[in-house]
């Protein structure tokens, strides 16, 4: 049996990297018919409200990441490598928030400008701040995302959506909690020794 080889020209494996193509899902829709059990309209629902929670908690993640980058005093090593900690926890959380926006057929948020448009966290300044301002910062957004979780959960729960809940107080809710415990806890003032 003969086998037909074809010369390759240079057009055959130059990379097509001038590529355009339309989308093929809008942001703020759903795949219409899937397999789910909850309707488009409820998996809309739900896709909007985890979405500024991606957004939330990109803009937490990255906040971290400056703080981790601009920390000094004292505290420095501690600061340094929780804040680093909390950073890759964050960045765990955020893929968490997105596989499920794309498990309930949505499209998640994903690009530094669009989380910058969504974000209910406030913009920090470019330049470096006093340790107790950015534990501050970083303790308002956790605030605020600890509130849109429980915002979350009770319309989840409302809608028959489990999954969602589960991922709204379980995922996010209680490592939010933790992590905003830990960093709260350099503000306290304590004196090293304690005087009789």
């Known amino acids: ?29 759903v795949i219409e018919d899937m397999p789910h059990y909850l309707d488009a309209k409820v998996r809309g629902k739900m896709c909007a409200k985890l979405n500024i929670l991606l957004a939330d908690t990109i803009a937490l993640r990255d906040l971290y990441k400056k703080h981790h980058w601009q920390v000094s005093g004292p ?8 804040f680093d900690k909390h950073y890759e926890e964050q960045a765990e959380m955020a893929d968490k928030i997105a596989e499920r926006l794309q498990l309930l057929g949505g499209v998640t ?33 956790h605030k605020i995302i600890m509130k849109q979780c429980s915002e979350i959960a ?9 999954g ?28 090293l020794i304690l005087s009789k």
Do not use: C
């Not at 009770?154 to 489990?162: C, H, I, L, R, V």
């Open 1 to 29: 049996m003969a086998v037909a080889i074809k010369k390759s020209t240079d057009q055959d494996v130059a990379p097509h990297w001038h590529a355009h193509a339309k989308e093929i899902q809008k942001f703020g829709t």
């Open 75 to 82: 505290t420095f090593y501690q600061l340094h490598l929780l």
């Open 109 to 141: 948020v994903a690009m530094g400008g669009d989380v910058a448009e969504i974000t209910g966290i406030p913009r920090p300044p470019r330049g470096k701040e006093e340790v107790p301002v950015q534990i501050s910062r970083l303790l308002e957004a």
């Open 164 to 191: 969602t809940n589960d991922l709204a107080v379980s995922d996010i809710l209680r490592p939010n909690e933790l992590q905003s415990w830990f960093i709260g806890q350099h503000l306290v003032e304590m004196p």
């Open 154 to 162: 009770d319309a989840a729960d409302d809608a028959g959506d489990q």
